[in-house]
């Protein structure tokens, strides 16, 4: 069973950073590719970035591109999702997710690939 949880998540000004974490457990995090998505009040869950395993390939929507960083500990079984020079329309609750057996280890995009999901941490970018 594929656990994730994301933390830090808050309200911080416009122009500033966060940096979320997803916690992984069930699984070896070495072995899957991890996705992060945000899902802003009235509106689809989006895709924001993805890392493959070992880090070889990351990808970001260009919303996003140049401001956010994805990275990994795995020691630690941790993934990270670096963002600065926020902005309001950042604001949304955060995912991260594991993709689907049969691909996990690739850097994906779309939600239709990933099975398991944490329950996500809130971003508020606002003056």
């Known amino acids: 069973q594929l656990q994730l949880v994301e933390s830090g998540g808050g309200l911080v000004q416009p122009g500033g950073s966060l940096r979320l974490s997803c916690a992984v457990s069930g699984f070896t995090l070495d072995s899957y590719g991890i996705g992060w998505f945000r899902q802003a009040p009235g509106k689809e869950r989006e895709w924001v970035s993805c890392m493959s395993t070992g880090g070889s390939s990351t990808n970001y929507a260009d919303s996003v591109k140049g401001r956010f960083t994805i990275s990994r500990d795995n020691a630690k079984n941790t993934v990270y999702l670096q963002m600065n020079s926020l902005k309001p329309e950042d604001t949304a609750v955060y995912y991260c997710?594991?993709?689907?057996?049969?691909?996990?280890?690739?850097?994906?995009?779309?939600?239709?690939?990933?099975?398991?999901w944490g329950q996500g941490t809130q971003v508020t970018v606002s003056s």
């Open positions: 997710a594991g993709p689907v057996d049969q691909l996990r280890r690739l850097c994906l995009t779309s939600v239709e690939l990933f099975r398991s």
